[in-house]
């Protein structure tokens, strides 16, 4: 065998012994994500996965209900939710201390149907007199930006007024708007945005808004720890912020 030949089967060996090596390095790691952050993860994720060879499993839900999936022994290496909930987590020793980075932000808004009218909603009156007027009105009964906007109506003085004419969104405020379920939605604005077929309104006046932070945190009894430290500074980085200013989660 020639040396051009040689050389060529030894380069040819190690790039077979490289691939090989990447794959053994592989990992797959489980995301207990808020659906808050749905609207960028859902972009960012494969681009990591194409970048690392690892593989992201992750299952979204409602932040206070993914806590207590997570005590309860749902397994995720790396956890994305509200920001308080990670620091609950960190005291009680199950996400790893120090670990903690808060990445995103968000605002509750308004949404409609497309084409619907856009009602005024730019001050606290203006607000209150859009909400009465809703045939319904939705918002989750659970998460973040739903507890926030219940205690909007509460200082708006209009909780009883709206009981009645009130659904549960859970996760689906959009769907449920563009199914008409619901006339008016309160829902954080990037969730509102991610939905075709649903008009931001605009966020809720400034005097009544509720910011909501999205953290990460390494779960203190991850399988893949090495992988998973490796998402969280991609999550946390450069590039991954700018996922999060085009999706209207300003970091």
């Not at 839900?61 to 749902?74: P, R």
């Not at 992988?227 to 991954?240: D, H, N, R, S």
């Amino acid at each position: 065998m020639n040396r051009r030949a040689t050389r060529g089967l030894t380069i040819a060996l190690a790039l077979v012994a490289l691939t090989a090596w990447s794959r053994a390095e592989a990992a797959e790691i489980k995301v207990l994500s808020t659906v808050g952050m749905q609207p960028a993860t859902a972009e960012l994720f494969p681009r990591f996965e194409r970048e690392t060879g690892h593989t992201v499993v992750v299952t979204y839900g409602l932040a206070a209900v993914l806590k207590t999936q997570f005590l309860d022994g749902a397994r995720a290496d790396v956890l994305i939710l509200i920001g308080p909930i990670v620091e609950d987590l960190a005291k009680q020793g199950k996400v790893v201390a120090d670990s903690k980075v808060d990445v995103a932000r968000s605002g509750v808004g308004i949404g409609v149907k497309a084409g619907a009218p856009k009602p005024d909603i730019a001050t606290p009156e203006a607000l209150k007199r859009a909400v009465l007027a809703a045939k319904s009105v939705g918002f989750s009964k659970e998460g973040a930006s739903g507890v926030a906007f219940a205690r909007v109506l509460e200082r708006l003085g209009i909780t009883e007024q709206v009981r009645a004419k009130y659904k549960d969104t859970g996760t689906k405020a959009g769907e449920m708007l563009v199914a008409g379920d619901i006339e008016l939605g309160a829902a954080q604005v990037p969730e509102l945005m991610a939905v075709p077929g649903v008009e931001v309104v605009g966020p809720l006046p400034a005097e009544l808004q509720t910011v909501t932070v999205f953290s990460l945190g390494l779960a203190g009894e991850a399988k893949n720890p090495d992988a998973a430290k490796a998402l969280i500074q991609f999550l946390a980085g450069p590039e991954a912020a700018k996922v999060y200013r085009a999706k209207g989660l300003g970091g």
